[in-house]
């Protein structure tokens, strides 16, 4: 009972230090900072809405643990993170996720087996958990960092891996996110992702080869484009760039 007693009490400073230090950064003029400095759809709001977008960078930060492995991480990496999963909920309010709890950053890519050095097969930027590792969210802090920056095209690896959480969020990793889009448009979404998928395949897309995959993995790529480059994806994929307005309820072009 003693060893029992002593864990809760561990486990609930640890919770209280985290809570702490994220109060503290969302009081003080470090968050707005960072966010200008490095968040390119911060900057893109209004003075309200940004208000918002902090105060919900904020509540994720406050519910979801985020640690690194085998590096300490920094303010900024916590920001990317949390402003990865607010992007892609920013036209739900109050929405919150409820399928992570918690992000585990690794340095660089990793394999199937969680390995990231000393292996030549470690191609996986972000993975989601399931099974045993439900509720956890792996992501690589180079390829976070990368999909901030200014160089980073229509790629941003924090959102696609959360935009996945949003498809889960109806039972099934699909790539029809049917808790956020209205029952007669699924069918209309699902053709369009196959033709989609037939232009890229005949190369008759810019959109990355990678959405291909599945219908899964299209909603998370051109999610990604989307938000990082909504002007050129609403001249290059009006009638695409209509339904993710309807799923995500943004116009981020506008």
């Known amino acids: 009972m003693l060893i029992l007693a002593l864990a809760i009490v561990i486990v609930a400073l640890i919770y209280f230090f985290i809570r702490k230090k994220s109060a503290a950064l969302w009081h003080s003029p470090l968050l707005k900072q960072?966010?200008?400095?490095h968040i390119d759809f911060y900057n893109n709001l209004n003075d309200e809405d940004k208000k918002v977008f902090e105060q919900r960078v904020q509540r994720f930060l406050t519910d979801v643990h985020i640690e690194g492995l085998g590096f300490?991480?920094?303010?900024?990496?916590?920001?990317?993170v949390a402003s990865s999963a607010v992007i892609p909920i920013f036209g739900f309010k109050g929405w919150t996720y409820r399928n992570v709890t918690n992000v585990l950053l690794y340095p660089d890519t990793f394999n199937n087996e969680f390995q990231f050095e000393g292996t030549k097969d470690r191609?996986?930027?972000?993975?989601?958990?399931s099974g045993y590792m439900n509720g956890q969210m792996i992501l690589s802090r180079s390829a976070l960092v990368k999909g901030f920056s200014k160089n980073s095209g229509e790629e941003n690896t924090g959102i696609h891996e959360f935009v996945h959480l949003?498809?889960?969020?109806?039972?099934a990793t699909d790539g029809i996110p049917e808790s956020f889009l209205a029952h007669e448009y699924i069918e209309p979404w699902v053709k369009m992702m196959h033709q989609e998928i037939r232009n890229i395949e005949?190369?008759?897309?810019?959109?990355?080869p990678y959405a291909t995959t599945n219908q899964a993995e299209f909603f998370a790529v051109v999610s990604e484009y989307?938000?990082?480059?909504?002007d050129q994806f609403q001249n290059n994929h009006p009638e695409l760039y209509a339904m993710l307005s309807k799923i995500f309820g943004q116009h981020p072009a506008e």
């Open 34 to 37: 960072l966010l200008t400095q």
């Open 226 to 230: 989307f938000f990082k480059k909504p």
């Open 123 to 129: 191609n996986i930027l972000g993975m989601v958990g």
């Open 202 to 208: 005949m190369d008759h897309s810019d959109i990355n």
């Open 72 to 80: 300490e991480i920094h303010d900024i990496d916590s920001i990317m």
């Open 166 to 171: 949003l498809d889960k969020a109806d039972g």
